[in-house]
């Protein structure tokens, strides 16, 4: 895969780097202030645009207010947002315009490089990766008694749901068979009233909206 | 006719006004005379003892010309006096030296007089004055001269009160400073305090983490070759410990300044925290998000108010809705946190002792807080609710 990166800090930016690279993936451009975004993006065009929150001039969310903008300009681009710490409005406004190709974690995550480069694929190839701690965030708040319904296992697959993998990779993480989890997956549906929906970035969204209603 | 009536009854106000201000003058009479008494036998040991007492006495009576006169005037007249306490010598010295016990003997004299005086004046005044409006308005139809005359004599008897109680403004400039003196010592104390948590966080946490990570990427290293399956699951374990290090300082980093306040600004984040209170909360912002931005430390202390309070009407209120304002105005921020719950939230506030967990001592914290910014906390949470949090926090834009 071609990439695009902005990150100001070196050493991440270094790290990003040599990890890309030695999964086989090409740096295709890196920026390291929030301006230099879009144009580096129009100019590459990767095949995804992994982007750091806070960057220079401001050290504000350059990096989210670029991300947002290269949702707009490039609808088919697919955004990997990274954070030293996350925030569920940050979530919302990306996913405001659809959960496709959307992915917004905690830098504390590429430390399991094998379970992140599984979300830059996913996120890649159009799926959605949500950072467990928003997942977590909303679960929490939502207190009401269809939850209280679920039993653990069927909570354990939602959270998995709503961070956006799908079956197989669900059955994995759990130790449990694909067929199983396709079981939970219909009780949880029930259990919430929500109607059926397909693996990706659609059941994401139904997901989310419940969590988030 | 109403308009004559509205004159006499104010003219009969005003000498109401001028009989309770000869009442205080009578007081003031006994005052006077009790203080320089004591004060004659403070000299010769006897009397010290009695005489902060005395000027206590004098100081109620002050106030109670004071109210007296806000109350004619409309405006307030503020006092300010040094605290009497400690040892009697302590006391005694505060009370002759504090310049309020002058003003105050100087006004009990003058009020003695004027008090009487403007009262014989006014009963002199309202048999000819009936007489003269009654010909002037009865026959002349002009306007009533006379009997104004009473009420401006009652203005004036405030008006001399007024200038005679206002502290100087060397005392109002010390009761500033003794409030700023205890404000700043507070201010300090908190930041000391923020520091020594902020310190334990860190070595508790993040730290204790690091160290344990580093040993297990030793013990890692020295398995290495003997013994891989170990090693790796040494690894394992060193990567579980990074990333409680991780979270623990992104705890520790929101607790100092939460970084959406950085990104966002004060409307922002307060929006977010009302998006994931779990409350449905109607945020107003006025204009809080235009123009410059409040300085860190007060965006901080707004934050955790609305934060706290938002928290306490989640779990405490029983209410789903709650209302979080912001204003600006020169110098100025207002914050309301408003909930249509049970209320009965100012004894949890006050007392810190109610089931509340946190409830308490987090209002504690808010208040300290918002007091080392020379800011106030307002809460009024009648039983049945609703209750009210409005805070005010000084600030230059």
Known sequence: MRVVMAEDNALLREGLILLMTSAGHEVAGVAATGPEVLPLLLEHRPDIAILDVRMPPG??????????????????????????????????????????????????????????????????????????????????????????????????????????????????????????????????????????????????????????? | MTDVRKTVRQAWKASLHLLTGAGVSLLCHLMVGVVLFTAVLTATVIGAGVLPEAVLTLRRLAGLERRRTAAWTGEPVPEAYEPLTGTLTERVRAAVGDPGTHRDLIWGAAQLLYGMVLLYAAMILWAP????????????????????????????????????????????LAERIEQLTVTRADAVAAQGAELRRIERD??????????????????????????????????????DQAESALTELRHVVRGIHPPILTDRGLAGAVRALAAGSGLDVTVDTGGAEDGPRAPAAVEAAAYFVVAETLTNAAKHSGSDRAEVRLRRGPGRLWISVRDEGRGGATESGAGAKTGSAGGGSGMLGMRRRVAALDGTVQVTSPSGGPTVIEVELPCAW
């Open chain 2, 202 to 239: 860190l070595h508790d946490g993040a730290q204790a983490h690091l160290v344990a990570l580093s040993m297990r990427l030793g013990l890692a290293r020295r398995a290495y070759d003997k013994d891989p399956t170990t090693a790796l699951r040494l690894l394992e374990q060193a990567q």
């Open chain 2, 129 to 172: 004055a009936l007489l003269v409006d009654g010909f002037w308005y009865g026959m002349a139809g002009r306007e009533p001269v006379a009997l104004p005359l009473i009420t401006r004599l009652a203005d004036l008897q405030a008006r001399l009160s007024r200038t005679l109680l206002l502290p100087s403004p060397r005392a109002r």
């Open chain 1, 59 to 213: 050290f504000r969310d350059e990096g989210l207010r670029a991300a947002l903008e290269a949702r707009k300009e490039l609808p088919e681009l697919p955004v990997l947002v990274l954070s030293q710490y996350v925030e569920e409005t940050y979530a919302a406004e990306l996913l405001a315009g659809g959960a496709r190709g959307v992915g917004y974690l905690l830098k504390d995550r590429i430390g399991r490089v094998d379970e992140f480069l599984d979300a830059l694929e996913r996120v890649a190839a159009g799926g959605t990766a949500l950072d467990p701690e928003v997942v977590t965030e909303l679960m929490a708040r939502r207190r009401d008694d269809p939850l209280d319904a679920l039993t653990p296992r069927e909570r354990e697959v939602l959270e998995l749901m709503a961070q956006g993998l799908d079956n197989a990779t669900i059955a994995t993480s759990l130790v449990i068979t694909e067929r199983s989890v396709h079981k939970h997956i219909g009780n949880v549906f029930a259990k919430l009233g929500l109607p059926p929906s397909d693996s990706g970035h659609r059941r994401v969204l139904a997901v989310l909206a419940y969590l988030n209603a």
